[in-house]
């Protein structure tokens, strides 16, 4: 009887203990569209986000702990996102890699900021993410003022004396980006023959289409995500059109090609230099295939979020936001992106769009700037 107490006083040690270490794990959080029609980036930044705490985990942790992922649905709505940072802070998680869309990144800053959690979003490029002076933001992606003015350069060396049409879903990437792109094109003396807006989450677009063919449009360009472009491109062509396609990064998802088959054959989007053939993601992107996926589009941006912000915590020697983003702004940091700097307002210092374009395979790949 004795020996079974002392088995039943070790057994309860045990598990007191495995309790006890697992309770001191450091819960940080992805948040996202796990679902909606932006789900497919949602799905990039998980994946970036469990292979990034699974290598720092194998790798010791953080701290002397584990981390542990808590993974959040936003599906681009900005009242749900605001709802999902408010309990990731009364969760008292110190640090959530997200959002995607700019609408949902922007409102949830303000309630992380309250909540004392630091917030590295890898894929929200509109520019008021950071202009607000709040102290707990950063981003791993560039902004819609740098791609928009790639865009309009690329636009203006290869659609000289073409009529040109920007679109926009009035959302706040889409319009933001449409913007952009337009300022830029006006301040280099091209004129756009036709600027204008549809809803997001649209499925007709033949009247907008009808306009591009009456003004002989030969580029349009979509300020807005891969799901309505893929629509209005395929609506295009089932009226004949062969105008050029053109967008921002929310059209780096091979959904977008399942969307419009092969009439995806020479589209063109702005984005990064393909993440995947940075020689500092080549044993990342190793892991990412043997396990069947391609780590395309944000999915390492995601996984550059959990760097910084790992290095940084281990640096600052806390998890406390405040500290930890002090440290980030003040260092330099080991990526598979590369290494990676911050301004004061929690942009990256290196800034590098380039155009891609789509094949009728359903493959992209980055072409010359000056599209040779």
Not at 36 to 55: I, L
Not at 148 to 154: E, K, N, P, Q, R
Not at 267 to 294: C, Q, W
């Amino acid at each position: 009887m004795k020996s079974l107490k002392l088995i039943g006083l070790a057994l309860g040690a045990s598990f007191a203990l495995s309790a006890s270490a697992f309770a001191q794990d450091i819960t940080i959080a992805v948040a996202g569209p796990m679902t909606g029609s932006e789900s497919a980036f949602g799905r990039q930044m998980k994946n970036g986000a469990e292979q990034a705490v699974a290598d720092i985990n194998a790798a010791g942790g953080v701290l002397g702990k584990k981390l542990a992922l808590e993974a959040d649905d936003d599906a681009c709505d900005p009242k749900q996102a605001r709802s999902i940072a408010e309990k990731i802070g009364s969760s008292k998680i110190p640090f959530v890699a997200g959002h995607f869309c700019s609408s949902s990144s922007i409102p949830a800053s303000e309630a992380y900021a309250d909540a004392n959690v630091l917030q590295i979003t890898p894929a929200s490029t509109n520019p008021l993410f950071t202009e607000r002076k709040l102290w707990n933001v950063a981003r791993v992606c560039g902004r819609d003022d740098q791609q928009g003015l790639v865009a309009a350069d690329y636009i203006v060396k290869n659609f000289k004396g073409k009529n040109v049409a920007i679109l926009n879903d009035k959302t706040t990437y889409g319009k933001g980006l449409a913007d952009e792109t337009k300022k830029a094109l006006n301040k280099a003396g091209f004129q756009e023959k036709m600027f204008e807006s549809y809803n997001k989450g649209d499925k007709d677009f033949n009247s907008i289409v009808s306009r591009l063919k009456r003004d002989n449009i030969d580029l349009v360009y979509v300020g807005g995500y891969h799901q309505e472009a893929g629509l209005i491109l395929r609506q295009m062509r089932d009226q004949g059109l062969q105008t050029i396609l053109m967008a921002g990064d929310a059209m780096n998802d091979k959904e977008f090609a399942s969307i419009t088959g092969p009439a995806a054959e020479g589209t063109l989007f702005t984005f990064g230099p393909d993440p995947r053939n940075k020689p500092t993601a080549k044993a990342i992107v190793e892991k990412f295939k043997a396990k069947n996926i391609d780590p395309e589009g944000y999915t390492l941006y995601t996984y550059a979020a959990m760097q910084v912000w790992t290095q940084a915590v281990a640096k600052a020697g806390t998890t406390d936001a405040k500290k930890v983003m002090e440290t980030i702004k003040a260092g330099d940091w080991d990526t598979v992106l590369g290494k990676m700097g911050f301004d004061a307002k929690g942009d990256i210092k290196a800034i590098d769009y380039v155009v891609y374009k789509w094949d009728a395979k359903g493959n992209y790949t980055e072409i010359n700037p000056k599209g040779s």
